[in-house]
């Protein structure tokens, strides 16, 4: 084999393991030897192989769950509560390199915001006012991440679990007055 064919063959093996195709919905971060170089747009992109490599971040909205967590009320009532954060990723650079693992961070931030929202008020607030403690964990975590380029665009409450004498006695107090 002539070695000219044998040098444009790995000249065009090498050019096409650059090739990257960037999807609307992310970006790409671009990494020179580990340093961040740009931001790369939607579309078709190229990487000089072996040198560059690039990290994908998706910008839709990103659904987390935030696990069932038990909170003593300010009224003394153990109760178990979960929720739902919604963010986006409004600055890819900041959000790669200024926090290791974002959605990792997010749900602990947003774990310990309820504890702390949910903590603070009575068990009736809480059952009563899920919207409102739903904005006031959403202020205290989207403070926090704000820095990361990432924005909090909700945060729900999903579900509170209450003890089962708790529950009864709501049930006979909801029957006896529906019994008057």
């Known amino acids: 084999m002539n070695p000219l ?43 000089i192989p072996f040198v560059e490599t690039i990290q994908v971040v998706d910008i839709r909205v990103i659904t987390i769950n935030i696990v069932s967590q038990e909170v003593m009320t300010e ?13 986006q990723i409004r600055d890819p650079e ?5 926090v290791e693992e974002y959605s990792f961070a997010i749900t602990q931030l947003s ?9 603070k008020v009575e068990l009736d607030t809480i059952l009563s006012k899920r919207e409102e403690m739903g904005k006031n964990i959403k202020s205290i975590v989207e403070a926090e991440t704000h820095q990361w380029g990432i924005e909090i665009n909700d945060v729900k409450i999903k579900d509170i679990q209450l003890p089962e004498n708790m529950r009864r006695m709501m049930a006979n107090q909801a029957e006896a007055e529906r019994s008057r």
């Not at 774990?111 to 903590?119: F, S």
């Open 5 to 47: 064919y044998l040098f444009l063959l790995i000249i065009g093996l090498i050019l096409v393991a650059g090739i990257r195709v960037i999807f609307e919905y992310k970006r790409a971060l671009k990494f020179r030897f580990g340093k961040y170089i740009k931001t790369l747009q939607p579309g078709f992109r190229w990487i």
């Open 94 to 98: 900041k959000a790669v390199l200024q």
């Open 75 to 87: 009224d003394n009532v153990p109760c178990s509560i979960d929720g739902v954060v919604f963010f």
């Open 111 to 119: 774990q310990a915001a309820l504890r702390d929202v949910c903590g």
